[in-house]
């Protein structure tokens, strides 16, 4: 399959990053979207009628454009369908940004299904952010830095380039945290806000710099490390995972009815009162500190 021209895949990304900008409640000038893309207005209003044929929401309100709605949000028109061409074109731009994501194989292949597929904004928007993710991830696995291209500033209202050397992303992959190198600091960028990621050369040079936050675990974060394992009936599995979602990738399910708790938190009172607070529910099978702990608080309880 032939690859898209550069000065194709240059508008492909323009429009991804006009969908960054617009997105927010205050809304932009047409000429301040303008001098972010570099390119002119008459562009720009071009691309507003292209982002409403694709499905998006643009409004106007005291000279400044904005979408209404996230992509994610928005819902799925059965007009925003492509004739075979188009699928064939955008089949041809996705496969050109590297093999091993699998949001944009998914897309692509979806595309190749049948000419006039319904393909929504949500795809490609998710297929662009897909492709981030994964250019990152390879930024962490071999301790490499990353240029994040064209990164659109909330508080500040600008876009610049920022290298960083990427250490792990939140737990819902919007975010990531970074070491900068020029502020010398750990930060937190938005995905949604990047309009390109580019690995460099350099490795990281920075590494005892670079922490994590502390997770909070039932309601409280540390350094304590206490290994434990619970077997929860279906009623703990469930309230757990809806009180505490932080706990869930600890959450092992055998057998599609035995439900496991498997790891280290930093702290026992939390999970303690959890366990207490579901009497026949909860088994502990390891973790002697958290025995102890609940002996001590059930003894407490009696007098």
Do not use: C
């Given at each position: 399959m032939a690859q898209s021209s550069p000065v194709e895949q240059q508008k492909i990304l323009r429009v991804f990053k006009l969908i960054n900008l617009l997105q927010g409640t205050i809304g932009k000038p047409v000429h301040r979207l303008a001098e972010l893309l570099q390119t002119d207005e008459r562009t720009i209003y071009r691309y507003f009628k292209l982002l409403e044929a694709l499905g998006f929401v643009v409004v106007k309100e005291f000279s400044k454009y904005k979408i209404q709605?996230?992509?994610?949000?928005?819902?799925?028109?059965?007009?925003?369908?492509?004739?075979?061409?188009?699928?064939?074109?955008?089949?041809?731009?996705?496969?050109?940004?590297?093999?091993?994501?699998?949001?944009k194989d998914a897309v692509v292949q979806k595309l190749n299904l049948q000419a006039g597929l319904q393909l929504t904004t949500e795809d490609l928007f998710k297929a662009n952010l897909g492709r981030l993710v994964d250019v990152i991830a390879q930024g962490i696995t071999h301790k490499k830095q990353i240029w994040i291209k064209d990164y659109y500033s909330l508080s500040s209202d600008t876009v610049s380039d920022r290298l960083v050397e990427p250490v792990g992303f939140t737990s819902d992959y919007e975010?990531?945290?970074?070491?900068?190198?020029?502020?010398?600091?750990?930060?937190?960028?938005?995905?949604?806000?990047?309009?390109?990621?580019?690995?460099?050369s350099e490795s990281w040079k920075s590494e005892l710099a670079h922490e994590l936050p502390e997770q909070a675990l039932f309601g409280f974060t540390g350094k304590g490390k206490f290994h434990i394992k619970l077997r929860l009936s279906k009623k703990a599995y469930q309230l757990m995972v809806e009180e505490y979602p932080t706990a869930r990738p600890y959450i092992q399910i055998k057998n599609r009815n035995q439900y496991f708790f498997v790891g280290e938190i930093p702290h026992l009172p939390g999970l303690a009162r959890f366990i207490l607070s579901l009497p026949g529910e909860i088994k502990v099978e390891e973790g002697i500190e958290l025995k102890a702990y609940l002996t001590e608080q059930i003894q407490k309880g009696f007098f």
């Open positions: 709605e996230r992509p994610e949000y928005l819902p799925k028109p059965n007009n925003t369908t492509f004739s075979a061409e188009e699928s064939q074109w955008l089949s041809t731009v996705l496969d050109s940004q590297g093999k091993g994501n699998s949001l975010h990531i945290h970074a070491f900068e190198q020029e502020s010398q600091s750990m930060k937190m960028f938005k995905i949604e806000r990047m309009g390109e990621v580019v690995i460099a």
